[in-house]
């Protein structure tokens, strides 16, 4: 069963949302395309891993997806925890395109079409410190011993992973996403009885849960971006062209023609994103830009954004 659902990550919209909004010129704005580009493939990858974990028998698995855990360091994530009587299974899932290549001591370099090469980092450390991390946090709270494996995935069939020097705990570890069930087998036979209980895992998965806390970040102050330089205005779903114009109840785009009666939701949509959840008249005329105090009220109204304070500290929250 699935104990924690895979979410559409909140960062990977942040980052989506400041790409469209940084101009081109802008010197950050390559770097947050390529981030939001990243943390997509990384989505896409996980969506596609917890298709192949529904194959798993419902009863005998529980299923947490995007956990993130305070401990005495900081936070530490987990992409996908199977839990079991037998095991628990800690996934990291990788989604590359190209050739990756494993050295002798784990270290993982992509080599692209065009032969350059791109150091991701030392894949087989990050799971041994997860899974040294989940172990500490385990014991403080008093859970009984189990084996604790771990995986690194690759979701794209496409991609090929070569063991420079035959490394066996790079053969062990990482996979393609097809061999993933296949090896949650291996697991489950060499234990046949299991280390707990239905009922204690039950309760690890509930405590994992409650001690699961959600990244807040502050997008702009992360790419030290400020906020004068958000390109203001309504996108044309159309054709992409910035700003669309408000003309008789309807936004307008002089680019390629089109028009629309909603196209200010994706930018409020934006705004709730980098900015933050709650706009004023004034933030929302400035935003979309548009003249009347009566047209973004209107606008906001008929979203019926649920409104706090008086007349004029009247804010609307963002609720998408
Ligand atoms: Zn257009």
Redesign the pocket.
């Known amino acids: 069963m699935i104990g924690k659902s895979l979410d559409v990550p909140v960062l990977m919209l942040q980052t989506e949302a400041l790409s469209w909004r940084l101009a081109e010129h802008h010197f950050k704005s390559k770097e947050v395309s390529k981030h939001a580009k990243n943390l997509r493939a990384g989505y896409n990858g996980e969506k596609s891993l917890a298709f192949t974990l529904s194959f798993l028998p419902e009863s005998s698995y529980i299923i947490l997806h995007n956990l993130r855990i305070y401990d005495a360091n900081g936070f530490f994530q987990i992409d996908t925890l199977i839990l079991s009587p037998q095991f628990l299974l800690i996934v990291e899932v990788k989604n590359i395109a190209g050739t990756v290549i494993y050295d002798e001591f784990g270290q993982a370099i992509r080599v692209t079409k065009k032969g350059e090469e791109d150091n991701l980092g030392n894949h087989i450390e990050q799971v041994n410190l997860q899974h040294f991390r989940l172990l500490r946090w385990m014991r403080e709270h008093d859970f009984s011993t189990i084996p604790i494996e771990k995986l690194i995935a690759y979701s794209n069939p496409n991609t090929i992973i070569k063991n420079l020097m035959n490394n066996t705990t790079v053969s062990d570890t990482v996979i393609h996403k097809e061999s993933l069930l296949t090896k949650i087998d291996d697991y489950s036979s060499i234990d046949k009885f299991g280390c707990m209980s239905e009922q204690e895992l039950q309760f690890l998965s509930a405590f994992l849960i409650n001690a699961h806390t959600t990244n807040k970040v502050d997008i702009l102050k992360k790419y030290q971006v400020e906020s004068t330089d958000i390109l203001r205005g309504v996108f044309?779903s159309?054709?992409g062209?910035l700003p669309m114009i408000r003309k008789n109840a309807k936004w307008v785009?002089h680019?390629?023609g089109?028009t629309s009666r909603n196209a200010h939701l994706e930018a409020l949509w934006h705004y709730s994103l980098l900015v933050g959840n709650t706009i004023s008249n004034r933030q929302a005329r400035e935003f979309l830009q548009v003249d009347g105090i009566q047209t973004a009220r209107r606008l906001l109204v008929k979203e019926q954004f649920k409104q706090i304070g008086n007349t004029s500290g009247r804010r609307y929250i963002l609720i998408f």
């Open positions: 044309c159309g054709c062209f785009c680019h390629c089109a």
